[in-house]
């Protein structure tokens, strides 16, 4: 349990979710972590849960000046960071905004999805850059989705965030092999993940596990993947075991991309 060991971790979006399931794992494999987000009533709250090794700062993404003194205030305290995961994201319906097609969304809407998804993950890669620069090493993590990977129509600005953050992840991976730096990028792509954003639309009802099943019904693995199960690949990224990944996105989706149709036969009950 001690593939992290000794390492220092920033991961954003952390007070619940994947983030939470992240660091969590970081901090049962050795490392020291930095749990960031905009709601401190929540961060506070995982981080004393989580341990003494977990820090909760709070780091609005979309403000440079945020990232600039939340490193800082790592770097004066450890010297270095090691692992820096870009997790934090909005859908774009957290206000009841529903309307996010490529016809009717706002420019506003558009923009306000943007300005978490992408314009974070540029500020968040950035001030990675920056603080590993001076060991030369390190391991960027950027969260995209499989939505990054396909065209969603009726969430429109999602996708195409999703999708920048792809392409910046390779971007990054260059720029840092072409400074000569150990610093690694790459994407995680996950599909449909069981996090508390799901909830209101699956609900405590009897129909609950109906719902699931007609969500997943695509899903050759028939099921929702789980926060851990990305933590877990978060982990291998981070470690000293990925040391020849850059650049590379890695899709955790039960199996869904690995067809152009991916609807399996019907099972017995």
């Known amino acids: 349990m001690n593939r992290l060991r000794g390492k220092i971790a920033l991961v954003t979006g952390a007070a619940r979710g994947i983030g939470e399931a992240i660091a969590n794992a970081f901090l049962n494999e050795g490392a020291?972590?930095?749990?960031?987000?905009?709601n401190d009533e929540l961060g506070l709250k995982t981080a004393k849960k989580l341990g003494e090794?977990?820090?909760y700062?709070?780091?609005?993404?979309r403000k440079e000046q945020?990232?600039?003194s939340v490193t800082k205030s790592i770097i004066d305290a450890h010297g270095i960071i090691d692992v820096v995961v870009n997790n934090a994201g909005i859908t774009g319906f957290e206000n009841g905004n529903l309307v996010h097609d490529p016809e009717n969304a706002s420019l506003e809407a558009w923009r306000t999805v943007h300005q978490t998804n992408l314009d974070g993950v540029f500020l968040g890669c950035k001030y990675a850059i920056k603080a590993m620069r001076q060991r030369g090493a390190g391991s960027i993590i950027n969260i995209s989705s499989r939505s990054g990977l396909v065209g969603i129509p009726g969430a429109a600005a999602y996708a195409s965030s999703k999708a920048a953050v792809r392409n910046h992840t390779k971007s990054v991976a260059l720029y840092c092999a072409e400074q000569g730096l150990q610093i690694r990028?790459?994407?995680i792509h996950p599909a449909a993940i069981l996090t508390p954003m799901w909830e209101p639309i699956l609900g405590n009802g009897p129909d609950r596990e109906a719902r699931m099943a007609d969500i997943v019904r695509d899903t050759p693995l028939?099921?929702?993947?789980?926060?851990e199960e990305v933590a877990a690949l978060a982990v291998l990224l981070a470690s000293d075991e990925a040391?020849?990944?850059?650049?590379?996105?890695?899709?955790?989706?039960?199996?869904?991309?690995a067809g152009s149709v991916a609807s399996p036969g019907a099972r017995d009950a």
């Not at 020291?32 to 905009?38: A, E, P, Q, T």
């Not at 700062?57 to 993404?61: H, I, K, P």
């Not at 028939?222 to 926060?227: A, C, E, S, T």
């Open 185 to 187: 990028c790459n994407s």
């Open 66 to 68: 945020d990232w600039a």
């Open 53 to 55: 090794s977990a820090k």
């Open 57 to 61: 700062v709070r780091l609005d993404v």
């Open 243 to 257: 040391t020849y990944i850059t650049g590379a996105e890695l899709n955790i989706d039960g199996g869904i991309l």
């Open 32 to 38: 020291s972590v930095y749990l960031s987000d905009i």
């Open 222 to 227: 028939r099921r929702f993947g789980l926060p």
